[in-house]
């Protein structure tokens, strides 16, 4: 038997690094997706044929994992990734292979588990491998859709929104997640009170910026994405090019933008009035960013035709 399923990427909308410490974040799905395909094979090993290096060891863990809870006897199988996108960009290829590896192996060996099994494992599959994360990255990649997210999982509410006018930039460097986190975490233990308050403040636009995207008021929700991106610069994780990009899309009409992830390079994004939009991508490319065309608030998880 053969079968071919796929994850959506992600892109953070408000709430990072705050997110790590219990606050809540709010994350959207992307269009730009992983495909895995999965096939019995007559050997008895497991084959892994993964372009993107990184992707293995996403794909070896998430199989042990499934191994150690389901105890299957595999005969042979033969796993392929494909990516339609870059690991380069930030969108998350690692927790999209690993979401896409758990619901194929599920499917494949007629588990028919949860969207919430599958969370939970992928969640364990991150963290024995990067250590660090909220998972919400893991919740974008199974659940699909926009989503209000506090770590772990312990809260994972869909928010019932159309697709949001967006446009991504990409700066052109590739940041360390877990990097970023680690300093933020350094920092923590000097500048504990201060730091908290940043989170605080970035909780706060996190509720408020649910609300507002709920009544479809992209002026607030604007002004708030602007007020996290200076919090972040706050936190240090921000850099030239990406407050460029910001501000160069801010000038061209964008209702607001912020860097999208835990920064030191990867995306930005900037929501924008349609008639806006054009004019905002090439002020991004003016000032060196890539225009990265995805959509956002797509489906989780699912058999390929399905996502
Ligand atoms: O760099 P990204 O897009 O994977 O986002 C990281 C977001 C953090 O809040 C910094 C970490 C996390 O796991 O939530």
Same mark, same amino acid.
């Given at each position: 038997m053969?079968?071919s399923?796929?994850a959506p990427?992600?892109? *953070?909308?408000?709430?990072?690094?705050?997110?790590v410490?219990?606050y809540?974040?709010?994350? /959207?799905?992307?269009?730009?997706?992983i495909?895995?395909e999965?096939?019995n094979t007559? =050997?008895?090993?497991i084959?892994?044929?993964?372009?993107?290096?990184?992707?293995?060891?996403?794909?070896?863990?998430s199989i042990?994992?499934?191994k150690?809870?389901?105890?299957?006897?595999?005969?042979?199988?033969?796993?392929k990734?494909?990516?339609?996108?870059?690991?380069?960009?930030?969108f $998350?290829?690692?927790?999209a292979?690993?979401?896409?590896?758990?619901?194929?192996?599920?499917r494949?060996?007629n588990?028919?588990?949860?969207?919430?099994?599958?969370f939970?494992?992928?969640?364990?599959v /991150?963290?024995?491998?990067?250590?660090?994360? =909220?998972?919400?990255?893991? &919740?974008?990649? /199974?659940? $699909?859709?926009?989503?209000?997210?506090?770590?772990?999982g312990k809260k994972?509410e869909?928010?019932?929104?159309?697709?949001?006018?967006?446009?991504?930039g %990409?700066s052109?460097?590739?940041?360390?997640?877990?990097?970023?986190?680690?300093?933020?975490?350094?920092?923590l233990?000097?500048?504990?009170k &201060?730091?908290f308050?940043?989170f605080?403040?970035?909780?706060?636009?996190?509720?408020?910026?649910?609300?507002s995207?709920?009544e479809k008021?992209?002026?607030r929700?604007?002004?708030?994405m602007n007020?996290?991106? /200076?919090?972040l610069?706050k936190?240090?994780?921000?850099?030239?090019?990406?407050?460029q990009?910001c501000e160069? =899309?801010? =000038?061209a $009409?964008? %209702? $607001?933008?912020?860097?999208?992830?835990?920064?030191?390079?990867?995306? *930005?994004?900037?929501?924008?009035p349609?008639?806006?939009k054009?004019?905002?991508?090439? &002020?991004?490319?003016?000032?060196?960013g890539?225009?990265?065309?995805?959509?956002n608030?797509?489906?989780?998880?699912?058999?390929?035709?399905?996502?």
């Amino acid at each position: 038997m053969k079968i071919s399923v796929c994850a959506p990427g992600k892109l *953070m909308l408000l709430g990072e690094h705050a997110v790590v410490y219990g606050y809540p974040c709010i994350v /959207t799905a992307v269009s730009s997706k992983i495909k895995v395909e999965l096939e019995n094979t007559l =050997s008895s090993k497991i084959q892994i044929d993964a372009p993107q290096v990184k992707d293995v060891s996403f794909v070896e863990e998430s199989i042990r994992i499934f191994k150690e809870k389901f105890k299957f006897k595999e005969d042979g199988l033969l796993i392929k990734t494909y990516s339609e996108f870059s690991s380069q960009y930030g969108f $998350g290829s690692s927790s999209a292979v690993t979401v896409a590896t758990l619901y194929g192996l599920s499917r494949l060996f007629n588990l028919n588990l949860t969207k919430k099994q599958i969370f939970d494992l992928g969640l364990k599959v /991150t963290l024995n491998i990067q250590k660090v994360g =909220s998972g919400f990255d893991i &919740a974008a990649a /199974t659940f $699909g859709k926009t989503l209000y997210f506090i770590r772990g999982g312990k809260k994972i509410e869909k928010l019932n929104i159309d697709e949001l006018p967006l446009v991504v930039g %990409y700066s052109g460097i590739k940041a360390s997640t877990p990097k970023i986190v680690q300093q933020i975490k350094k920092r923590l233990k000097k500048e504990k009170k &201060a730091i908290f308050k940043i989170f605080d403040s970035i909780g706060k636009i996190v509720e408020e910026g649910k609300k507002s995207l709920l009544e479809k008021n992209y002026q607030r929700l604007g002004k708030l994405m602007n007020e996290n991106h /200076t919090l972040l610069k706050k936190l240090g994780v921000s850099t030239k090019k990406l407050d460029q990009m910001c501000e160069a =899309s801010i =000038s061209a $009409g964008a %209702y $607001g933008a912020k860097l999208s992830g835990a920064g030191g390079g990867d995306c *930005m994004i900037a929501l924008v009035p349609l008639s806006k939009k054009e004019t905002v991508e090439k &002020a991004i490319e003016n000032v060196g960013g890539k225009i990265l065309k995805v959509r956002n608030n797509v489906s989780g998880v699912g058999y390929e035709k399905n996502i």
